[in-house]
């Protein structure tokens, strides 16, 4: 069992910065896809990024490229979601989610078996 727990929102002024980390008590992710997800009020739950379980290569949704950074700690089973130049509009829970090693499909929610139990970012404007 793959017990995940994320770390690190809270609230912060529009272009700020946060990193958000994701960690396991449980088995080990190393062998696991790791993806970032989001839902905001009334929304439903959205993508934002995903690493390989290699960490060499990441995939980010359109609204956060450029701005939003996904890695991890192999052997340390942690990974980071560094965001910045944050907007309102990326205000939500966050949540992480783990799933087993594929190669395709990285922003479907379904592919993914774990998940944390999310933690809240607000972005103030």
């Known amino acids: 069992q793959v017990q995940l727990v994320e770390s690190g929102g809270g609230l912060v002024q529009a272009g700020g910065s946060l990193r958000l980390s994701c960690t396991t008590s449980?088995?080990?992710?190393?062998?696991?896809?790791m993806g970032w997800f989001r839902q905001a009020p009334g929304k439903e739950r959205e993508f934002v990024a995903a690493?390989?379980?290699?960490?060499?290569?990441?995939y980010y949704a359109d609204s956060v490229k450029g701005r939003f950074t996904s890695s991890r700690e192999r052997g340390k089973n942690t990974v980071y979601l560094q965001m910045g130049s944050l907007k309102p509009e990326d205000t939500a829970v966050y949540y992480c989610?783990?799933?087993?090693?594929?190669?395709?499909?990285?922003?479907?929610?379904?592919?993914?078996?774990?998940w944390g139990q999310g933690t809240q970012v607000t972005v103030s404007s």
């Open positions: 989610a783990a799933r087993p090693i594929r190669n395709n499909g990285y922003d479907r929610a379904a592919t993914y078996i774990y």
């Open positions: 449980g088995r080990t992710i190393d062998l696991y896809d």
């Open positions: 690493i390989t379980w290699s960490g060499g290569g990441s």
